[in-house]
């Protein structure tokens, strides 16, 4: 998969988010280190565990998958409800 050029799965982690980065803010989460989420863009990134320094361990080292979803997939119910109301 690619993102504006940046090969998710092919690139470490550290890279994909690093470059992801230039386009939209990247956060880890906090209870995954494995993580990242680009809330902007609808975006998750996922690995089982972080291995950023061992280049061997392909399973921490890149993310193996990623999830993209529809607009609001991120809101809480609060924005949800207002979400709904403005589309009313």
Do not use: H, I, K
């Amino acid at each position: 998969m690619l993102f504006q050029g940046v090969d998710v799965f092919a690139l470490p982690a550290r890279d994909v988010v690093r470059r992801v980065g230039e386009f939209t803010s990247v956060e880890e989460d906090p209870d995954d280190a494995g993580s990242f989420v680009a809330q902007d863009l609808l975006l998750s990134f996922w690995r089982p565990f972080a291995a950023d320094d061992e280049p061997g361990n392909e399973r921490g080292y890149y993310f193996g998958s990623v999830l993209v979803a529809r607009p609001g997939c991120y809101d809480t119910p609060a924005q949800a409800a207002e979400r709904l109301r403005q589309s009313s």
